[in-house]
């Protein structure tokens, strides 16, 4: 993806997220020379991968598959200084954008429409050689239990949510207008707890040609 792309998704999410009155903790908009500045005392931002989270998936096309990601807090299994157990995002996916099959070893999550379009979601479950199963699916949705079939498409109207359990597949896309989605989840680590399904990329390349707006989650310089 190019610097001016990100730069330019980062600005329309803003324009999305006030008008639909969700608003983004302070961090969220230091540029890199403050960022540069920052000592220890933020080193939970850091460590845990909190802020901007920009994907194409190595597609090349970020409108056809792509997702924006805010993560807003989040715990870190793998470095006992953080004891929180849970993890906290918002997404923002268009009109037929696609986050590719995936699950999670490790990590339940609910996702919640938030506000404007269907939140549209395909699930299966997964086999022990972690390829997709053909036999029905469990769904538990805001307090309803019940069973579809493999490869069925979930749809959740603004308001609406879905529990995602570990080894589920699931791959969502926006119908109608765009959607704001909801990810309350246990700890989340984007580097080793998804599995795709084909493989895909979890973050872009970079051609750098502009300066950055405001910085990746993976890109914070180190506290001095």
Known sequence: MKRSEINKLMREAVEFLNEMNFKLPPFAFWSPEEWAAKGHEFDEIRDNMLGWDITDFGSGDFNHTGLF?????NGNSANGKYTKPYAEKLLITDVGQITPCHFHWSKME???NRGGGDLVIEVYNSKKD????DTDVVINSDGRVYTVPAGSLVRLKPGESISIQQGMYHKFWGEGSKVLVGEVSMVNDDTADNRFNPPVGRFPEIEEDEKPLYLLCNEYPKAK
Do not use: C, H
């Not at 990601?69 to 807090?73: A, C, I, M, N, Q």
């Not at 972690?130 to 199963?133: A, H, P, Q």
């Open 110 to 112: 609910d996702i919640i």
């Open 130 to 133: 972690e390829s997709l199963d």
């Open 69 to 73: 990601l805010f993560t807003l807090r």
